[in-house]
């Protein structure tokens, strides 16, 4: 009798061990499948992980971007727009959508913008207004929850004649005024994104070779630190 109770008495332990082992590997189990996905995906949207978003006609602004790039170890997408933009007729069709605020069709229209908080998006200027392709972009996608960082080039500075007070000859002071309107038509329709817009940033490009691009985006490197980054 005394022997059948040791019996049962270990047969008892060895169940009790197997629930055990049981339960810790079903625990485990349970944490890899519901625990560990959670786990890659506060990984993949890495906080200040940043996106360079960026439409060229005639490759000024993909030296900004890869410029850009490589200064801020980013991602880097390129916009293209199915419209051929090529050579003169080109130009005039694209002054023409930019004119009549027309939009275009974009290849990728909806890029995948979930894995990062901030966004560097770079545009040439067409008629003193982000370019139609850029612009397709920015109406058509949520930026929302993200930092934004508007660059554009242009051949002129945007800022040329900012520095011309009230006493400055009339046109000199009517194009200082026509340029201060269209950068603020420019940041005010960056705002409708809904991102967090934390600067927009300028550069002239005319008659300026590779290197001197490069140089000029590189300029621009305390200004990005201090908007995107510390802020
Ligand atoms: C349709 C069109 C309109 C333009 N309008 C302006 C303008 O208003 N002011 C300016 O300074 N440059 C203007 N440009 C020049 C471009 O903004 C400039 O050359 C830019 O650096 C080109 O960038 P990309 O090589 O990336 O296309 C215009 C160019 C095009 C094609």
Redesign the pocket.
């Known amino acids: 009798m005394k022997h059948k109770i040791i019996k049962q008495k270990v047969v008892n332990e060895e169940n009790c061990f197997k629930k055990e082992i049981f339960s810790r590997f079903l625990s485990i189990a349970l944490a890899m499948f519901f625990v560990a996905p959670g786990i890659v995906i506060a990984d993949d949207k890495e906080e200040g992980k940043i996106l360079i978003i ?9 030296i ?1 971007s890869e410029t850009l790039q490589k200064m801020m170890n980013a991602d880097l997408l390129e916009i293209k727009d199915k419209k051929d ?1 090529s050579g003169t007729w ?2 005039i069709s ?2 023409y959508d ?1 004119f009549f605020d027309r939009e275009s069709e974009i290849e990728p229209a909806h890029p995948d913008l979930s894995l990062y908080s901030s966004v560097v998006v770079v545009s ?6 982000i ?1 139609t392709p850029v612009i397709t972009l920015i109406k058509n996608n949520s930026f929302k929850g993200k930092k934004f960082m508007m660059y554009t ?4 500075d945007i800022k040329k004649y900012d520095n011309f007070g009230d006493d400055a000859p009339f046109v000199k002071r009517f194009l200082r005024d026509y340029l201060r309107d269209k950068r603020t038509l420019m940041r005010k329709i960056v705002a409708k994104t809904g991102s967090d817009v934390v600067g927009h940033f300028h ?4 008659e300026t070779t590779k290197a001197q691009l490069v140089q000029l985006t590189q300029n621009s490197a305390e200004y990005l630190k201090e908007k995107l980054v510390n802020k």
Do not use: L
């Open positions: 960026y439409y060229s006609r005639t490759g000024k602004s993909k900004i933009r080109g130009f694209s002054a930019s040439p200027v067409w008629n003193w207004k370019s080039n242009a051949n002129i550069i002239s490009t005319e």
